[in-house]
């Protein structure tokens, strides 16, 4: 018995499926419901799945995308594909399967494509949205002596480096 | 001139994985570009899920020929299953009786140049394919 773990991350809000070799069907099948519980779970604002480390595209595969790719709307997250190499492009022709994904170039356009980056702000928000909060001067004086410590532990330790560095 | 003949018998589901990989190698070798090597492996893939899927077991066999000088690829896929009762509505594709989406055999079909289909109501099933380098 095989086993196939797929590690899947989120990663700006997005969750990131790559697909690293061809799977048999039932390491597939699990990657689907993994996704539909880590989607749910997570409430991650889509999926990404990247097919750069994979060859071939079969038929199968296709409709495991494919139905991921509804299931994952139904939830209320979007797929995007990415990384599909020109033979398996040319083969999804002749096999006249349908994705019904967007498609990316790479897991980074992916990303993008989900959430741009001008919509995305990270952490710093938070902090932004203290200070508009916080417009008591106790909390500034706190941040600013905090700012002093910083200040002094960065002058205190710039001395010892540069004797070490002598 | 004697080429080398791969048999792949299939009969489970790491058999599909394992026919795919050797018939990509041996596509390799035969100087396939990597289109042609993705089509081969492609349909070697769509056969071999269609044996586990409709006969349980069955063999798929990959060879280099030649002819006129040019190198291609045959994939033979034969089992003893149930065969195919309406052969005219699977090669026109959409149309399956395993719950899929009925693609493979048509789509076989338009990924390889040569395509041959041999099949008896509860006899089995032989299909021979070439793609040519």
């Known amino acids: ?166 | 001139m004697r080429h080398k003949e791969k048999r792949v018998s299939i009969k489970n589901e790491i058999d599909i994985v394992e026919a795919v990989f050797e018939s990509k190698t041996l596509a390799e070798t035969a100087g396939f570009s990597l289109t042609a090597q993705c089509a081969v492996s492609t349909a070697v893939s769509e056969l071999a899920r269609n044996i586990f899927k409709y006969a349980v077991k069955g063999v798929i066999i990959l060879r280099i020929i030649e002819k006129d000088g040019n190198i291609g690829m045959e994939v033979v896929a034969e089992d003893n299953g149930p065969g195919i009762e309406n052969l005219n509505l699977v090669m026109k594709g959409n149309y399956s009786t395993g719950g899929s989406l009925g693609l493979g055999i048509s789509g076989v079909k338009r990924l390889m140049d040569e395509f041959s289909i041999d099949t008896k109501k509860r006899q089995g099933l032989r299909i021979i394919t070439r793609k040519w380098a």
């Open chain 1, 1 to 166: 018995m095989l086993l196939h773990k797929t590690t899947m991350y989120i990663t700006r809000e997005c969750l990131v499926v790559p697909i690293q070799a061809e799977l048999p069907d039932d390491a597939l099948l699990q990657i689907q419901i993994d996704i539909l519980e880590k989607v749910n779970a997570s409430s991650v604002r889509g999926v990404v799945i990247d097919f750069s480390g994979v060859n071939i595209l079969d038929s199968f595969l296709g409709r495991m995308v494919s139905d991921t790719t509804k299931m994952t709307q139904l939830l209320g997250a979007e797929t995007v594909v990415t990384g599909l190499n020109p033979g398996i492009v040319a083969s999804f022709i002749d096999l006249g399967v349908d994705l019904n994904a967007r498609i990316a170039f790479n897991l980074d356009q992916g990303i993008n494509l989900l959430t741009p980056e001008e919509d995305f702000v990270p952490d710093i928000e938070e902090e932004g949205d203290e200070e508009e909060n916080s417009c008591d001067s106790e909390d500034y004086n706190e941040e600013e002596s905090l700012k002093d410590d910083y200040e002094e532990s960065t002058t205190n330790y710039e001395p010892p480096t540069t004797n070490y560095e002598l």
